[in-house]
């Protein structure tokens, strides 16, 4: 079996720290620099769909850690089990038995959450003509 040569002398494909400048030899390609790292590149500013740093008061408050520890409350109460169809673990929803938008003081009050598997959660906001 022949093995290519690098135009250095080494094995194509040998096993190096340099192994990533070392495959543009044999094809005389050199790896592409870039202006900034990737994270820096594609971060904030950087990103063609950066707004400026704005984000919703609705996202704001859905993503605190009152949220979190609101939805983890209402499934150790609930014992991580759907109380709709019974199913138990996997995929649990929490949901706002009355609605999160209207009634600003029910938000992270732990009786107004249920916890439902995904499905029942579906069929929950289905009959309500929700999304």
Known sequence: MDKKVCKDGRIWGQNNKESHSHLGILSGRQPKKRKYPYAKWNSREMNPNWKGGISTKNHLIRTSIQAQLWKQAVLARDNWTCQHCGRRGGDMHVHHIKAFATYIELRFAIDN?????????????NKKGWR
Request: hydrophobic share 15%; net charge positive; aromatic share 0%.
């Open 113 to 125: 959450g249920i916890t439902l598997c995904s499905s029942c959660h579906r069929k929950e906001h």
